[in-house]
C-alpha cells in the first residue's frame, strides 16, 4: 500500500507521458523484474530514463525492492524497513547526482519537498 501510495504521488507530480494513460513515475522509474536476469534489468533501466536509476520491485507476491543505479543493483536488507531504505536510497540518489530534479521537478524545498523528511 505504501509503495503504491509514494508511486502514485509522484506520478500526479510529473508530467504527463505523451501515450494515454501512462503513469510517468511508475512507468520511468519502476523495474517489475520477477523473471528478468540481471542483464535485462540492467538494460532496461538504462533506456526507461535519463536519470539512469530506479527502483527494482521483485516477487509480487512477497515484495521485495532493491535500488539500481550506475549499472548496478545495489542490495539492500529484506526486513520490515525494505521499501523504506530503498525509497531513501533513490531520495538521496535524485539528490546528489540530479540536483535534486526529477524529471525537471524539484524534490527539494522549491517544490514538492519530500526531501525534507530524509535530510541529514
Known sequence: IIFHLFCTYLDSQLRPLP???GRPFFNRYVVVGDKKTTKETLAEVNTKNKAKCAILY???LKPKF?????????SCAYDRNNLFYVIIQ???YMK?????SLEGIN????GINILCCVED
Not at 66 to 74: E, P, Q
Not at 107 to 110: C, D, H, I, R, V
Open 19 to 21: 501515450q494515454p494513460g
Open 58 to 60: 521483485s516477487n509480487p
Open 66 to 74: 532493491n535500488f539500481v543505479s550506475d549499472d548496478k543493483i545495489h
Open 90 to 92: 533513490f531520495l538521496m
Open 96 to 100: 546528489t547526482h540530479h540536483e535534486c
Open 107 to 110: 524534490l527539494g524545498k522549491s
